[in-house]
Antibody, heavy 121, light 107 residues
Framework: QVQLVESGGGLVKPGGSLRLSCAAS????????MSWIRQAPGKGLEWVSY????????YYADSVKGRFTISRDNAKNSLYLQMNSLRAEDTAVYYC??????????????WGQGTLVTVSS | QSALTQPPSASGSPGQSVTISCTGT?????????VSWYQQHPGKAPKLMIY???KRPSGVPDRFSGSKSGNTASLTVSGLQAEDEADYYC???????FGGGTKLTVL
């Protein structure tokens, strides 16, 4: 069965950096777009970033553009999110999700359990 | 693109039906037959309940149904059960846009 396991969250000071990882199993990782989606405490879901199956196409939400970098290693079945210049408003549970569908029809059938990132001094 | 608009809360008694709306624009909800709905219980990851407006993934009860009219999509939960109490989020425009969420209470 499809499994997505995030790691790397924790407490970081404003302006600091953190790298999240997502280990995928149970499907052919290199066939799928992947995404990061976050949820601030007590708030709704916010899409963060997409990466294509090969890694050649990447999209970011305006709120993280220029600060976050998504990447993947298909040989290791892993997805990453490098987060720099972190702000208090980046505090959230970060979910890794497999993307199903295509183009405007993309949706998220499989999610990890999430990893909490707290940005605070 | 702005977030999609959902009512903050909805409720119903066991066995009843409840409908949750999700309003966007002609550039997102109204422009494509690509609306998805997610259920989230406290402390858990979201779960896909509906995709492409009205399709159910395997394992999702047929009590859950989706529809769309113009710029508004809807999720209907029929035969409400206690375990349906959760937050529900709509999404459109390739998953880039989410609604603010609706807390469904089973009375």
């Amino acid at each position: 069965q499809v499994q997505l396991v995030e790691s790397g969250g924790g407490l970081v000071k404003p302006g600091g950096s953190l790298r999240l990882s997502c280990a995928a199993s149970g499907f052919t990782f290199s066939d799928y777009y992947m995404s990061w989606i976050r949820q601030a405490p007590g708030k709704g879901l916010e899409w963060v970033s997409y990466i294509s199956s090969s890694g050649s196409t990447i999209y970011y939400a305006d709120s993280v553009k220029g600060r976050f970098t998504i990447s993947r290693d298909n040989a290791k079945n892993s997805l990453y999110l490098q987060m720099n210049s972190l702000r208090a408003e980046d505090t959230a549970v970060y979910y890794c999700a497999r993307v199903d569908g295509a183009a405007a029809g993309r949706h998220f059938q499989h999610w990890g359990q999430g990893t909490l990132v707290t940005v605070s001094s | 693109q702005s977030a999609l608009t959902q009512p903050p809360s909805a409720s119903g008694s066991p066995g009843q039906s409840v409908t949750i709306s999700c309003t966007g624009t002609s550039s997102d909800v109204g422009g494509y037959n690509y609306v998805s709905w997610y259920q989230q219980h406290p402390g858990k990851a979201p779960k896909l309940m509906i995709y492409e407006v009205s399709k159910r993934p395997s394992g999702v009860p047929d009590r859950f149904s989706g529809s769309k009219s113009g710029n508004t999509a809807s999720l209907t939960v029929s035969g409400l059960q206690a375990e349906d109490e959760a937050d529900y989020y709509c999404s459109s425009y390739a998953g880039i846009l989410f609604g603010g969420g609706t807390k469904l209470t089973v009375l």
